[in-house]
């Protein structure tokens, strides 16, 4: 079955498209049959059932994870006050360990290369920053100046309540930054969510300036669960994700607007492993009686964490962190 040009390719325009497969909600169960097709050009995976963009706001209900934060007041309440001075810095020093550790994995930290050159004259945007964690601990971190633009009413209102940050609610397009403001950009898995990424591309593009960077985090399409689990792949994540990308088509993409791709790290993490798994044994993963059996599983997590770590050496896992640099 193939697709005219009324289905085109977010990148490469009016295509023949391949049907891939037919998915629906697993994670949330948000009702509808989602039809996703490839470009035979980039290889970007992306869905052409007709999508309204008004209607996009209803695929994330009140429990999506990635527009929640936990308040800090919760931490400061588990801070022993009894606690001996070795055993909070042990605690302090493990949970250190714990930190790098993940990075590691996920390859979420940003590059030394970047980072030491960040400082308080440095300004930094997040697009996509959900409640602006992210943005939290950098600021703590590097003193930079942050700014974040975001969708969701709800993750910009604890973004301010909880961690006083100034945060856009809206689109980037519409977001009243002067031109080249950012030395930093960075869209940590928020552009396969939104419906024109070239629009997205084009306005990082002008905020940016002359030799800054930009750091993007992407499911890839081409990972090897990807390829094995198809419409039961976690990071699908359907259909909410309304594009799946693949070094190919992000380098096209990036390319076109004066980015050069410096570096791409994969994740190392056997999450996105243990969520398919869960879909394929299991269906779904927001019913009660089988919530997260497989996938928040630590056992099996220890056990599949060396082969995960294998297919991230190999780029072959489910996540890649992009980094592109302004040649201009």
């Known amino acids: 079955m193939t697709f005219t040009d009324a289905n085109k390719c977010p990148i490469c325009g009016p295509v023949t498209a391949t049907l891939s497969f037919k998915a629906i909600d697993r994670l949330h169960g948000i009702e509808g049959e989602y039809i996703y097709a490839k470009c035979p050009i980039c290889d970007l995976l992306f869905i052409v059932t007709p999508i309204k963009k008004e209607d996009i706001s209803t695929f994330y209900p009140t429990s999506y994870g990635p527009h929640k934060s936990l308040d800090n007041e919760k931490e400061i309440a588990n ?31 940003i590059k030394r290369t970047i980072y030491r050159n960040l400082n308080n004259s440095s300004m930094v945007l997040d697009v ?22 975001e ?25 009243p930054f002067s031109p080249k403001s950012f030395d ?28 800054g960077n930009i750091i993007i985090g992407l499911p890839n399409s081409k990972s090897l669960n990807a390829w094995l689990f198809k419409d039961r792949w976690y990071h699908l994540d359907c259909p909410r994700h309304l594009h799946l990308w693949n070094t190919t088509s992000v380098n096209k993409l ?28 299991y269906q779904n993963n927001y019913l009660e009686d089988r919530r997260n059996k497989i996938s928040r599983n630590r056992i099996l997590y220890i056990l599949t964490l060396p082969w995960t770590i294998l297919m991230g050496l190999l780029r072959l896992s489910d996540i890649m962190i992009v980094y592109c640099k302004n040649k201009t």
């Open 79 to 109: 801070i022993r006050n009894g606690d001996s001075h070795f055993l909070r810095w042990l605690n302090r020093n493990a949970k250190r360990f714990v930190i790098i550790l993940n990075h590691w994995l996920k390859g979420t930290k």
């Open 128 to 149: 996509g920053c959900g409640s602006g964690k992210f943005l939290s601990n950098l600021r703590s971190e590097k003193g930079v100046q942050v700014y974040g633009v």
């Open 151 to 175: 969708i969701s009413k709800a993750a910009v209102k604890r973004g301010t309540r909880i961690y006083g940050l100034d945060i856009i609610h809206g689109e980037l397009m519409d977001a």
């Open 184 to 211: 930093l950009i960075t869209a940590w898995f928020s552009l396969e969510h939104m419906p024109d990424p070239e629009k997205e591309i084009t306005a990082m593009k002008k905020l940016l300036k002359d030799n």
């Open 254 to 281: 990036l390319g076109r607007h004066g980015l050069e791709i410096t570096s791409i790290v994969f994740d190392k993490t056997p999450w996105g492993l243990l969520g398919s798994l869960q879909y394929l044994l």
